[in-house]
């Protein structure tokens, strides 16, 4: 079956950074498009990065030019690396597939906790 670990987060100042991995297992994971979404307390999931199978990547505007995503086909995780990190970066972030199709089943995530 799919599994989904995340792992990296933490507590960090303001300004600071991190890097997150998700390994995945039980997909062929170099076909698909990979994406990083968070939830904060009391909001909606929301999609931070995303790449394809190409490398090609996406980003909304609230993290573009702070975070990278990237990924090692051969290892099949992908990875997050956040700069510049603010206290609205606050959140559980998790990996999934991004754009149509359903979701694998969530991972537990890992908790990134940004202080001012």
């Known amino acids: 079956q799919v599994q989904l670990v995340e792992s990296g987060g933490g507590l960090v100042q303001a300004g600071g950074s991190l890097r997150l991995s998700c390994a995945a297992s039980?997909?062929?994971?170099?076909?698909?498009?990979m994406g990083w979404y968070r939830q904060a307390p009391g909001k909606q999931r929301e999609l931070v990065a995303a790449i394809t199978s190409g490398g090609s990547t996406n980003y909304p505007e609230s993290v573009k030019g702070r975070f990278t995503i990237s990924r090692d086909n051969a290892k099949s995780t992908v990875y997050l690396q956040m700069n510049s990190l603010k206290p609205e970066d606050t959140a559980v972030y998790y990996c999934?597939?991004?754009?149509?199709?359903?979701?694998?089943?969530w991972g537990q995530g890992t908790q990134v906790t940004v202080s001012s």
């Open positions: 039980g997909i062929i994971f170099s076909f698909k498009t």
């Open positions: 999934n597939r991004a754009g149509p199709g359903t979701y694998y089943p």
